[in-house]
């Protein structure tokens, strides 16, 4: 038995039917694959007698049309005598709207447009200006530099710019274009000189990878693309600690190094949690450069919950030197302390590039900034950074002027998104509980102001009794974003966690959907599972997020971890705020999110 296509058209219309209808359009058509095929009404009156209604739910039908795609065509497969002629849904309305709606098509106005082609329908709608970029493929789209953003890519400076804006502003498209312009530069004037001579680098590994593929379509010379590198921040500090010593660095996450310095605490009798002990050391000692006791007795402890009294410092101290000493001997490295490594090296060694380029600046550690610093000689078109500090989601704050980097009187704020739909934004905007967060030029952020011009379908919301349940919506979900002709690879699915991401990936996979990680994935024809975490700073048509739960969202070992503390329970939800956030502005045709039992409080408390 064959499945139910969908007409492309028919996704702009789903979106807008209520959750209950939803489901019963989905249960038809699941009906209909399995075989147990439910009635196909004749229309009487019809104009071609091919067209048929369907019973969805009490006073709701679906249109049924010819598909022109299959072979054989309908009245061949009629003629032979077939049970199953290849038909598809061209959309669901109340009855009557729909019967009216059958009746009116005509043979010749049947939409013939074959179903998979590139999902058209779904794309938002904007102004004129924008039709050519949203109508043109999604790689192609994603490359696209609003024509008043090529001043800043193409300008010159005195010195480093700061570009910040909201999700979808063309801040990453921006640093991609700024890249490509420096490489053409240099390779004018520097042409016998072909060497790496611009850096352009960010957070996380699967944009990376994004960065880079989207700069080979910039850049098509090798020449010139060969004088960029892209390299995730951290792959950038391994490199350049590994060139100086010739051994490759051994990385412990932050839970290793809480784990390891748990018993630390409890060996040196300690009152702190490991937890405590790596965040001093990491967002304290680290990121102030701290090398004597005095100073640290000294320095304000800002951004931290627990005050610390000058006796316990001096504990904290001896404690956490004699480890962080033990671990250089055994070659093991945290990442804030590798680049802190990297800096000093550099700071001997002398810089590596002409020019750097930062992407999702808003999350680098102190330490990952004085080795960009240090990478780069300060001058004119030094650094271009562009960040959002309300998508801040790891625990780094910085002041860029503390650490050498001068943007004042460079800095540009835009307004306008050009992915996240305004319906998108009103939805997501609530999520993050405030309007203003502190910028890293020590200056109030505000998004006040900050719009989109594109339209699109409300996002979806739907409440699950069951994980079995939450697993089996979502893949008739994808099965009609595929249906509609939105290629695999333009879908992300995440979750809070590694335990949701697998039973998205398992029940993707059950149903012949090819899944890969959101990180690496190259150019892999496959939908793009992962975690929240890995979401930041990608864009896709079609983003689904699970377990949008009140049990897993803040999860509760964060708040656990907050040990009721007001100050660090608000710090983690204003954490967790922000990671959804993200994920829900990556989207751009389509934004679909599930939970089990009661919505997480983070979506439901408006
Ligand atoms: N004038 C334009 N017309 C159409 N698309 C555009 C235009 N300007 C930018 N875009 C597209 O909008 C998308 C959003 O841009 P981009 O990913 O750079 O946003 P961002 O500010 O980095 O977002 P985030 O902070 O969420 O990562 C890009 O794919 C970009 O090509």
Redesign the pocket.
């Known amino acids: 038995m064959s499945a139910l296509a969908i007409a492309p058209t028919f996704l702009s219309d789903f979106t807008r039917l209520t959750p209950d209808v939803q489901l019963d359009t989905l249960a038809v058509m699941r009906a209909y694959q399995a075989g147990d095929r439910p009635g196909l009404e004749s229309v009487a009156g019809a104009a071609d007698p091919r067209v048929r209604v369907v019973s969805i739910a009490r006073d709701w039908s679906g249109v049924i049309v010819p598909d022109p795609d299959a072979a054989p065509g309908p009245e061949e497969a009629e003629e032979a005598g077939s049970d199953d002629p290849p038909y598809r849904l061209l959309t669901v309305r109340p009855r009557a709207e729909a019967l009216r709606y059958a009746r009116s098509l005509r043979p010749e106005t049947l939409p013939d447009a074959p179903t998979g082609t590139d999902g058209a329908a779904l794309a938002p709608v904007g102004p004129p200006e924008?039709a050519g970029?949203?109508n043109s493929p999604f790689a192609q789209?994603?490359?696209?530099?609003?024509p008043d953003q090529h001043q800043v890519t193409e300008g010159h400076f005195n010195g480093s710019v700061q570009v910040t804006?909201g999700?979808?502003?063309?801040?990453?498209?921006?640093a991609l274009h700024r890249a490509a312009h420096l490489a053409e530069l240099d390779a004018a004037a520097h042409p016998e000189d072909d060497r790496e001579s611009v850096l352009l680098t960010t957070y996380n590994r699967g944009l990376a990878q994004s960065l880079a593929e989207r700069l080979d379509q910039l850049l098509p010379d090798p020449g010139t693309r060969s004088r960029v590198r892209v390299a995730t921040i951290d792959s950038l500090a391994r490199t350049i600690v590994q060139s100086h010593t010739g051994v490759a660095p051994r990385m412990a996450s932050r839970d290793e190094l809480a784990q390891r310095w748990r018993a630390v605490a409890l060996a040196d009798g300690l009152p702190f949690s490991g937890r405590f002990l790596v965040d001093e050391w990491e967002q304290v000692i680290l990121a102030k450069g701290l090398e004597l006791l005095p100073d640290y007795i000294r320095c304000e402890r800002s951004g931290r919950v627990q005050h610390l009294a000058p006796e316990h410092r001096r504990q904290v101290w001896e404690t956490i030197r004699r480890y962080a000493g033990a671990m250089r001997v055994e070659g093991l490295w945290s990442y804030p302390q590798l680049a802190g490594e990297a800096a000093r090296l550099l700071d001997r060694s002398g810089p590596l590039y002409r020019h750097v380029v930062v992407d999702e600046a808003q999350d680098l550690h102190p330490t990952q900034w004085r080795m960009l610093r240090a990478a780069v000689p300060e001058g004119p078109d030094d650094l271009f950074i562009v960040g959002?500090p309300h998508?801040r989601v790891s625990d780094n704050r910085v002041s860029l002027a503390s650490l050498g980097i001068n943007v004042r009187g460079r800095g540009h704020r835009l307004r306008v998104s050009?992915?996240v739909t305004q319906e998108i934004l009103d939805w997501s905007m609530p999520i993050l509980g405030r309007r203003s967060a502190l910028g890293m030029d020590d200056d109030a952020d505000t998004l006040a102001g900050y719009r989109s011009l594109l339209r699109g379908p409300a996002p979806v919301v739907r409440g699950c009794a069951s994980r079995a349940e939450e697993l089996t919506a979502l893949g008739e979900w994808v099965r009609v974003w595929l249906e509609a002709g939105v290629g695999a690879s333009e879908i992300a699915v995440a979750g809070r966690n590694h335990w949701v991401v697998r039973g998205i990936a398992k029940e993707l996979e059950a149903r012949g959907v090819a899944t890969t990680p959101l990180e690496g994935a190259g150019a892999l024809s496959a939908v793009r599972v992962g975690t929240m975490h890995q979401l930041k700073?990608q864009?896709f048509r079609c983003v689904a997020l699970l377990g949008v739960s009140e049990h897993l969202l803040p999860p509760r070992a964060a708040l656990e971890a907050a040990e009721g503390d007001q100050v660090a329970l608000e710090h983690v939800y204003q954490q967790e705020r922000t990671l959804l956030f993200v994920a829900c502005?990556r989207a751009r045709d389509a934004l679909y999110v599930s939970h089990v039992g009661q919505p997480s409080q983070l979506i439901s408390e408006w």
């Open positions: 924008l970029a949203l789209w994603q490359i696209t530099l609003h804006g999700p979808g502003t063309g801040k990453t498209v921006m959002d998508q050009y992915r700073g864009e502005t």
